[in-house]
């Protein structure tokens, strides 16, 4: 086998939910919650199995990866609560 029929071997790869959870270092809940939101590419098999693709879940890295620290959010940056110096800064503009 060549090392190039080998990398896409491993690419084809099919890993369990437990596998994942150990490469993302995700717990039980956030990792089924990611994947139930379609946020982390997975395929169903019956009964009731869910593998993650080894190659998309790489591609799912690298695309978090590129968006910097919101990327593991459950809120968007837009969406993230005020921190308390912008409540003040806000507060402040309001009483001038």
């Known amino acids: 086998m060549t090392t190039a029929t080998a ?6 790869e099919l890993l369990t939910v437990a596998e ?10 956030a ?3 990611a994947i139930a939101r379609g946020r982390l590419p997975a ?8 593998r993650v ?10 695309e978090h990866r590129q968006r910097g620290p ?5 809120r968007a940056p837009h969406e993230q609560s005020p921190t308390v110096s912008e409540q003040s800064a806000t507060k402040a503009a309001d009483q001038s």
């Open 70 to 74: 919101f990327a593991y959010s459950r």
């Open 43 to 50: 395929i169903r098999l019956p009964p009731r199995s869910i």
């Open 7 to 12: 990398t896409q071997d491993r690419g084809d």
């Open 31 to 33: 990792t089924y919650e």
């Open 20 to 29: 994942v959870r150990a490469i993302l270092r995700l717990g039980h809940t």
């Open 53 to 62: 693709r080894r190659r998309d879940l790489e591609a799912w890295i690298e």
